[in-house]
């Protein structure tokens, strides 16, 4: 039987890691803005019933935005069909889910006034992360994950698609951002390093610890 979702900050939930994104970890944003659903699900959840139960008590939803190719399965198309939402990824991506019907972004896109998704390249060519404004939260995908110290980290592997690209990304973040907008990262996956912290904070501050000219030349991490 599969675990309930848990609570994470205000209005946000994390989902268990799900086997069919190679142990992803997924996210609902829960927004009611004049009582009209506007629920942002932050890649996909193992669909079962626990999951459409827990969807269904808190309204649906209204985005369902994929991250990168390693967040996608084959829900996609269901939760679609259940909750007749709009399914974002950024346009490199599209092509993976020839059965479900695609909104895409290219640089940057405003879901909801308080939401916004942006790319980042480099994981994979069309990685994204969504930025929840009122909390301050970098819902960071695969972009950027916690080590086994749970500081964030982007992490090179075998399978990276451009390391200096994710890289330059990162450095963007650090510009873009300050200690006060953000302030909590919530990754796509490796969340047992966080142990019982359910999420990463003093992200900002933790992010400039980053070396990254050094990690530039780093070896491949499997």
Same mark, same amino acid.
């Given at each position: 039987m599969s675990k309930?979702?848990? %609570?994470?900050?205000? *209005?946000?939930? $994390?989902f268990p890691p799900n086997r069919?994104?190679?142990?992803? @970890?997924?996210?609902?944003?829960v927004e009611n803005p004049q009582n009209i659903p506007q629920n942002i699900l932050i890649d996909c959840p193992s669909w079962d019933d626990r999951t459409r139960a827990f969807l269904e008590q808190?309204?649906?939803?209204?985005?369902?935005v994929l991250t990168h190719r390693q967040g996608m399965s084959s829900a996609a198309a269901s939760i679609q069909e259940r909750f007749g939402c709009q399914v974002?990824? =950024?346009? =490199?991506? $599209?092509?993976?889910? %020839?059965? /479900?019907k695609? *909104? @895409? &972004? *290219?640089?940057r896109l405003a879901i909801t006034p308080s939401?916004? /998704? &942006?790319?980042? %390249?480099?994981? *994979? %060519?069309g990685s994204a992360c969504v930025y929840y404004r009122p909390e301050g939260i970098l819902f960071s995908g695969r972009h950027l994950l916690p080590d086994a110290s749970g500081s964030p980290q982007p992490l090179r592997t075998a399978k990276t698609f451009h390391w200096p690209r994710q890289l330059d990304r990162v450095r963007q973040?650090?510009?873009r951002f300050d200690d006060d907008s953000l302030r909590y990262l919530c990754p796509g996956a490796n969340t047992g390093f966080l142990r019982q912290a359910r999420s990463i904070d003093r992200a900002y501050a933790k992010l400039q610890q980053l070396d990254l000219l050094a990690l530039r030349h780093a070896a491949v991490w499997i």
């Open positions: 309930e979702p848990r %609570p994470v900050l205000n *209005s946000v939930w $994390a069919d994104t190679l142990g992803g @970890t997924a996210y609902l944003i808190n309204g649906g939803v209204r985005w369902l974002l990824v =950024q346009e =490199q991506e $599209a092509y993976l889910l %020839p059965d /479900v695609i *909104s @895409t &972004f *290219s640089e939401t916004q /998704v &942006f790319w980042t %390249p480099g994981y *994979s %060519p973040i650090l510009e």
